[in-house]
Every structure is written in C-alpha cells, then in structure tokens.
T-cell receptor
Framework: SQQGEEDPQALSIQEGENATMNCSYKTSINNLQWYRQNSGRGLVHLIL?????REKHSGRLRVTLDTSKKSSSLLITASRAADTASYFC???????????FGAGTRLFVKA | DTAVSQTPKYLVTQMGNDKSIKCEQN?????MYWYKQDSKKFLKIMFSYNNKELIINETVPNRFSPKSPDKAHLNLHINSLELGDSAVYFC????????????????FGDGTRLSIL
C-alpha cells in the first residue's frame, strides 16, 4: 500500500480559520515533504522537514513530524480563499529513490 | 520563464494511436521524473532519470517508453493507447538525490491531460 496517506480526505473551512492536515507513513524516512496543487496545475513544493526535526515554519505554514508515530501534520493559519487546493505529503521508499505521494487532502476555504 | 514545461497541455486521441509528450526544464537539475495522476488525484511515479540514466522504472506497461536526449529533456512516448491511459501526466525535476531514502524538492510542470476516445 502507499506510503503517505493524508487525513482528512477533504476539509471545508471559513476564511480566517486554521486548517490542519495529517499524513501517516509506514517505513523509515530521511525527510518528508508537503506539496500544494491548485486545480489544473502542477504540484508546488511547500516545505521539507528532515527526520531529525520536529517542527518547521514557513510563513503561515507549520509542519510537525513525529517519527515515533510515523506521522506529520501541516497547519495553515489564518487561511485565505487562495489556499483552496489539494495538499499532498511525500516520502521516499525505504533506502530507495522513489517518491511516494499520499492521496491528498482537498482543502476548500470559503470567503 | 517557465521552469518545467510540458507539451502538449491537452491531448485527445483515439484508442490504438501512438503519442508523445515532451518535457523540458531550465533549472539545471540532474533528475527528471514522470508521474501519472488518476481521476482520484492519486499520483504515482512512472520513471525517473538522473543525468540521462534511468534510475526508476516502475511497473508500467512497456507501451510507455521514456527517452532522455539530454539532462534537460525527458520525453514520454506511448504506443497503442488504451482507455485506461486517460489521466494527467506530470513531468518534474529536482537536484540529484544524494542518498537513498532522501528526497529533493521537485518542480512540476502543469501536466498533460490525456483523453482516449
């Protein structure tokens, strides 16, 4: 089965609220990445967190990583309508070079 | 300046035809990828090249053949197209992965939407 799996599958919030998405994976990782995909566009890299890091920030984004639980979360604070997109986590297969994407969380931010 | 560009953006064709999708990156990256995204948005890697050398060749039908004439280009040729090939195909590039299990941030093109009639 696939490495990264996001939860929830879909999320609908009001502008200004925070959005939290979770990702679980199954094997050992060196790092984990989060991407955003706007409708009809390619994926855009948001943030990379290494296995020895627990938390990372980038603007309104906050990513946490818990390697003991094999999970990561992406928090978007003060969401905007422009944050409406699908969000994916990505990991590599253990000891390999293959990128494995989760099924994604579809975020809808209502203005 | 488009970093990763794919052509065509839309491809509508008949079953049984042969078609190609082209990809070019101007980022100076060593590694390029092809992904297939299905109607449920699930993204699966198909191939990866590092400096023109194939390093990932997932279980895809041998009707799909990637070709990398140089490290800035990775094209995808598909023979005898089938209905199940309908999907969005993404090209991406990154700096070389320097250690097994590691990842580099990938830059994606905007996809080629392939529809088989």
């Amino acid at each position: 089965s696939q490495q990264g799996e996001e939860d929830p599958q879909a999320l609908s919030i009001q502008e200004g609220e925070n959005a939290t998405m979770n990702c679980s994976y199954k094997t050992s990782i060196n790092n984990l990445q989060w991407y955003r995909q706007n409708s009809g566009r390619g994926l855009v890299h948001l943030i990379l967190i290494r296995s020895n890091e627990r938390e990372k920030h980038s603007g309104r984004l906050r990513v946490t990583l818990d390697t003991s639980k094999k999970s990561s979360s992406l928090l978007i604070t003060a969401s905007r309508a422009a944050d409406t997109a699908s969000y994916f986590c990505a990991t590599a297969n253990t000891g390999g070079f293959k990128t494995i994407f989760g099924a994604g969380t579809r975020l809808f931010v209502k203005a | 300046d488009t970093a990763v560009s794919q052509t065509p953006k839309y491809l509508v064709t008949q079953m049984g035809n042969d078609k190609s999708i082209k990809c070019e990156q101007n980022l100076g990256h060593d590694t390029m990828y092809w992904y297939k995204q299905d109607s449920k948005k699930f993204l699966k890697i198909m191939f990866s090249y590092n400096n023109k050398e194939l390093i990932i060749n997932e279980t895809v039908p041998n009707r799909f053949s990637p070709k990398s004439p140089d490290k800035a280009h990775l094209n995808l040729h598909i023979n005898s197209l089938e209905l199940g090939d309908s999907a969005v195909y993404f090209c991406a590039s990154s700096q070389a992965v320097d250690s097994p299990g590691g990842l580099q941030p990938q830059h994606f093109g905007d996809g080629t939407r392939l529809s088989i009639l």
